[in-house]
């Protein structure tokens, strides 16, 4: 008897039972597996007394030397059947299993013995070594190489014995040959053969001595149990997993999400959904399976510090295509437009800065701008993300917008103080010649309209709400319309910068063609619960001009998880807590440096605890410097760097100080759009966690008390 792998076909894997042993006329081949792992040449072993020591294997007394040996050349048969396939002979696996064993694993020549219970064990973690195609093409091959075994001659079968006592079915006919082909997990290019819910497939043991008798004999028809469910299997794959690096943890693609990297779209199309639903992984599988195919492909993001990281993550992915993919920031990319054209000297962010603060001197500090309690600041992120972001021309645009993202509601006076401040600021600029962040944008946008190159088949935009409206503009450039061409990805609800647009305002439609992932992969439910916590009171737009509630219905995929909230009385006490902590998970709990992170909200913050882990013998490594490289150290970076990171277990310290208390002269209104958009930074900072989070809570106390929050 044996438990083999169902219930996989979203996993990509498929079962094939009991099939043709090729050149032979009855001898059958148990199972062969076939998934992104490899092909699995199985033969099963239902011994009472089976061992392995000095190197061969032992059925009780026996030497089950030949055993081995039938294998082999059963595998060898399978070799030739796939060789037309272009498959490696390397890629095909025989495992021999023992049922009802576990904790068995030895390799004997070429063939792998290992327990029942050790099977899934054994193949996932070879990980996704066939693409999808390869796989249907090797399925194809072996439905003609390798048939299912014909059903027509009566006989006896030995009964499967199932975990639990089970009471044998009652006689039947015979199963007819159409039945027990609907057994075999179908291929994904015929959906219309996929069982009926609730089926179980199973797998038969070897067939015994027909018996003699003048009558025909009916099979005795096999007990059927859950051999593993497909939860079972998920479970397995994230504990598997879970095990590695956090860095290969970044790149795992959950079973039900292995087709939308290959999905193909008649144009522009959106992948959205909550922290931790999986959508960079995706979007990482998606630039793998284009490049594969010959695309060039654009995968670009905000932030700086993200480029090397994806471009490391892909060399271990797929180091065949990634040189296919190019992984730059949108400023990068629009810079090199320049570049081309002989413009990118105009480039001169400081000097543009120095413009605006003339303009404010001159236009904004005696008008009615500062009696609404807002900085300086704000009013040139108005400048640079509402008004120069959208690329509007005109006061009329500017009275009549919506200005998504922005709180403050801003009179027609205002506006008409804002538009006169945001003029007199592109005079003093264009005299002096100069362009700033938002005109470089602009113009490289009207620089690819004007070309026509095609210098990209396809372009995935990561963490799209962080972008302006003119810079996705930019990049919907460089593909347009075309099928496969744009895919955008994010989540407005952890939108971290100041500003927003919709995509209609960028010109970007994806009706029909949006994608909405509504299961975290990442983070463990009480991670999960914390961080909705944070924002649950606050409203949120996803693009598309909709305010959305903050507490949104997210099914969480892993239980359990870890949240301390550590209440200390000064900071001393603090670093101690946190060093602490890092320590113990590294001794106690065996934790790898490199899978913690110390996420703070400033870089002067970041600075502060680099030295506090340094005095402490801590490993450290800043986010501005990490490039996705397996350094064993503890990363130390702002909220902003560690967007779209995975760490296994995060501190926050100075959880409670976060969002920043009311300033004074700050307006209601000012303070809660401040708070909000801080809000929404600590949300992507704990979401970020994996599996445990640390938040220090500095208060006025007699002494520190650590609690856990459950």
Excluded at 71 to 99: D, K
Excluded at 125 to 153: F, H, K
Excluded at 213 to 230: C, D, I, W
Aim: proline share 7%; hydrophobic share 40%; net charge neutral.
């Amino acid at each position: 008897m044996t438990r083999v792998l169902v219930g996989m076909d979203d996993a990509g894997w498929h079962v094939l039972p009991d099939r043709r042993w090729p050149g032979s006329r009855r001898a059958n081949i148990d199972v062969i597996l076939v998934g992104p792992g490899g092909v699995f040449v199985i033969d099963v072993k239902n011994w009472r007394e089976a061992s392995v020591h000095d190197g061969r294997l032992w059925r009780g007394d026996a030497d089950a030397e030949d055993d081995l040996g039938k294998l082999v050349r059963q595998t060898v048969a399978v070799e030739e059947v796939l060789a037309e396939a272009g498959l490696p002979p390397t890629e095909v696996v025989p495992l021999l299993v023992l049922a009802g064993r576990r904790g068995i694993r030895a390799s004997l020549d070429r063939v792998i013995v290992i327990g029942e219970d050790d099977l899934v064990r054994e193949v996932v973690p070879r990980g996704a070594r066939l693409a999808p195609e390869i796989v249907e093409r090797l399925l194809s091959c072996l439905e003609q190489g390798c048939p299912p075994m014909p059903r027509t001659e009566a006989l006896a079968r030995q009964p499967v014995r199932p975990r639990t006592a089970t009471p044998p079915p009652p006689a039947g006919p015979a199963v007819p040959p159409a039945a027990v082909e609907a057994r075999r997990i179908p291929s994904r290019r015929d959906p219309a053969s996929s069982p009926a819910p609730g089926w179980t497939p199973t797998i038969e043991v070897e067939p015994a001595q027909p018996v003699q008798s003048a009558q025909p004999v009916q099979p005795v028809q096999p007990v059927q149990e859950t051999l593993m469910t497909r939860e079972e299997l998920w479970r397995e794959l994230l504990d598997a997993a879970a095990r590695e690096p956090i860095e290969s943890w970044m790149t795992w693609l959950h079973p039900t999400q292995a087709r939308l990297p290959g999905r193909r779209f008649s144009g522009p199309a959106r992948i959205r959904g909550a922290a931790g639903t999986g959508k960079t992984v995706v979007a990482l599988h998606r630039a793998k399976y284009l490049a594969a195919r010959g695309d060039r492909v654009l995968f670009t993001s905000l932030v700086r510090t993200l480029g090397p990281v994806y471009r490391q993550l892909m060399t271990t992915m797929a180091p065949d295509q990634v040189d296919r993919v190019e992984f730059a920031t949108v400023h990068a990319v629009a810079t090199r437009c320049l570049r081309e054209h002989g413009l990118e000297r105009r480039h001169q962010q400081d000097a543009a800065e120095t413009c605006f603060w003339r303009a404010w001197a001159q236009a904004g500090k005696g008008s009615v701008l500062p009696g609404l309690g807002l900085s300086p600041q704000y009013w040139k992120e108005e400048i640079g993300t509402v008004i120069k972001g959208r690329g509007l021309t005109t006061f009329e645009q500017y009275a009549k917008l919506a200005r998504i993202g922005r709180r403050t509601p801003l009179p027609a006076g205002h506006r008409r103080a804002v538009w006169d401040l945001y003029e007199l600021y592109e005079r003093l600029r264009t005299e002096r010649g100069i362009l700033d962040r938002d005109d470089v944008l602009l113009l490289a946008a009207e620089l690819v309209r004007a070309d026509g190159r095609a210098r990209y088949d396809a372009v995935i935009v990561d963490e799209v709400q962080d972008l302006t409206c003119a810079g996705l503009r930019l990049l919907h450039a460089f593909v347009g319309d075309r099928p496969d061409g744009l895919l955008v990805v994010g989540d407005g609800q952890q939108s971290i910068y100041p500003g927003g647009f919709t995509l209609a305002e960028a010109g970007v439609s994806v009706v029909g063609r949006s994608t909405v992932l509504t299961r975290n992969y990442r983070n463990r439910e009480r991670i999960v619960r914390y961080a909705q916590a944070v924002v649950a009171d606050d409203s949120f737009d996803d693009l598309d001009g909709v305010q959305e509630t903050g507490s949104r219905a997210v099914d969480v995929d892993q239980p359990g998880g870890d949240v301390y909230e550590f209440a200390v009385a000064s900071a001393t006490a603090q670093e101690k807590a946190l060093c602490d902590h890092l320590v113990a998970l590294h001794t106690a709990r065996r934790v790898r440096y490199r899978d913690m992170a110390v996420l703070v909200p400033t870089n002067a913050a970041v600075a502060y605890w680099s030295r506090v882990l340094a005095r402490r013998g801590i490993p450290v490594v800043s986010l501005r410097d990490y490039d996705g490289s397996g350094d064993e150290a503890v990363k130390i970076g702002t909220f902003h760097r560690a967007k779209s990171l995975d760490f296994g277990h995060v501190c926050v310290p100075d959880r409670n100080r976060f969002p920043e208390p009311r300033r004074p002269a700050e307006s209601a209104e000012a303070f809660s759009e401040r708070a909000q958009l801080e809000r929404r930074q600590l949300y992507v900072a704990i979401t970020r966690a994996r599996d445990s989070l640390w938040a220090g809570m500095r208060e006025e106390l007699g002494a520190d008390r650590p609690c856990a929050s459950t």
